[in-house]
């Protein structure tokens, strides 16, 4: 069982930054490749960010693509999401998740979410 605690969410203006943390319970962190998704109101969840268990491979929705950046510290158990250029359209409630093994497929642990306000 894995439990997450995100946070740093917060209310920003367009073409500032965010970084949302991601604190995961237990000593088998490392064993667990994470995801970031998002979920804005109306609208499905989607994917925005996943890595891999080592991190040294990440990959990226095409909507933020050069502007977010997935990284982990397996040290700390946390895994980030630095968010850059934002948008009005990244406005969303954003969760971790994680999943034994390769980072792709369904995720099996989620979070609680941060919601993360853009303004224009």
């Known amino acids: 069982q894995v439990q997450l605690v995100e946070s740093g969410g917060g209310l920003v203006q367009t073409g500032g930054s965010l970084r949302l943390s991601c604190v995961a319970s237990g000593r088998t962190f490392s064993s667990y490749a994470m995801g970031w998704f998002r979920q804005a109101p109306g609208k499905e969840r989607e994917f925005v960010a996943a890595?891999?268990?080592?991190?040294?491979?990440?990959r990226y929705a095409v909507s933020v693509k050069g502007r977010f950046t997935i990284s982990r510290d397996n040290a700390k158990n946390t895994v980030y999401l630095q968010m850059n250029s934002l948008k009005p359209e990244d406005t969303a409630s954003y969760y971790c998740?994680?999943?034994?093994?390769?980072?792709?497929?369904?995720?099996?642990?989620w979070g609680q979410g941060t919601q993360v306000t853009v303004s224009s």
């Open positions: 890595i891999s268990t080592s991190g040294g491979l990440t």
């Open positions: 998740a994680a999943k034994a093994g390769s980072y792709f497929g369904e995720y099996d642990y």
